[in-house]
């Protein structure tokens, strides 16, 4: 007796009948997949969010921070190397920091005062976030499109 096997094979199940020489069906059945992505999430936006999304963006955050702990590290041993570390009680605050790097344009700083500069670039360097955040689309046209002339 030769029997055929059917299948239906789709993006989210599979289908399968099998049937007789007689082209009478003999069995069918399908198997759907459990979805990849968080059920909840989709149901109620309609998109997929991966479930490994959350570990994924933490996994990013770490990493990000470890890198950034890492070249504060690298560059205060340099600025030690060179005598460039100033000590703790030359301490700015950040407008005075800014105010310093303006000051470097046209006078001649001390190494220490480069060296508290170099920690300021390195400590504000990169983006603001890795996170992609939303942008209102509409209020962002406003404000783009209002021009004031005097």
Do not use: H
């Not at 005062?113 to 689309?137: M, Y």
Request: no cysteine; charged share 35%.
């Amino acid at each position: 007796m030769e029997k055929t096997i059917g299948l239906d094979i789709g993006t989210n199940s599979i289908g399968w009948a099998v049937i007789d020489e007689n082209n009478s069906i003999i069995d069918t059945g399908v198997r759907i997949f459990p979805v990849g992505v968080k059920e909840d999430d989709y149901n109620k936006t309609g998109k997929e969010i991966s479930k490994n999304a959350a570990r994924r963006i933490a996994r990013g955050i770490r990493r990000s921070y470890y890198r950034y702990k890492l070249r504060r590290k690298q560059l205060m041993e340099i600025l030690f190397e060179l005598d460039m570390m100033p000590p703790q009680s030359m301490m700015f605050t950040a407008r005075e920091l800014y105010s310093l790097r303006k000051k470097g344009l046209d006078e001649r700083l001390e190494l220490k005062e480069i060296g508290r500069i170099f920690l300021l670039l390195n400590q504000r360097r990169g983006f603001k976030s890795n996170k992609k955040e939303k942008v209102k689309d509409a209020d962002t046209a406003k404000e783009r499109s209002k021009i004031i002339l005097q």
